[in-house]
């Protein structure tokens, strides 16, 4: 069983940006981050495949943040910036436990095997 762990949330005023880390216990490969904010549907928000580094963003966060990986460490990066106050929610970092298809870039729920327990960003206008 892998475990991931985030960190970096917190509170930051619009415009402003944040950088949130996710550290797997273990093997992983595909990964990627959700974001659910309170009464809405958990949502994509950008992954990245196991390799080539390649990347998949949601349409509200397209050009604003930036999803990396550091595989020997097994982190997965998300550089926010401009950030609005509809960001506001808790991102869970995820992870897929299959080696398949390691070029794509995972978008959908069902597709991630390992979450973390989340963490809040709120950002003030």
């Known amino acids: 069983q892998v475990q991931l762990v985030e960190s970096g949330g917190g509170l930051v005023q619009a415009g402003g940006s944040l950088r949130l880390s996710c550290t797997a216990s273990g093997r992983t490969f595909g990964m990627g981050w959700f974001r659910q904010a309170p009464g809405k549907e958990r949502e994509f928000v950008a992954g990245i495949s196991w390799i080539g580094g390649n990347t998949n963003y949601g349409d509200s966060v397209k050009g604003r943040f930036t999803i990396s990986r550091d595989n020997a460490k097994n982190t997965v990066y998300l550089q926010m910036n401009s950030l609005k106050s509809e960001d506001t929610a808790v991102y869970y970092c995820?992870?897929?436990?299959?080696?398949?298809?390691?070029?794509?870039?995972?978008?959908?729920?069902?597709?991630?095997?390992?979450w973390g327990q989340g963490t809040q960003v709120t950002v003030s206008s």
């Open positions: 995820a992870a897929d436990s299959r080696a398949t298809n390691p070029l794509v870039a995972r978008t959908a729920i069902h597709q991630y095997d390992f």
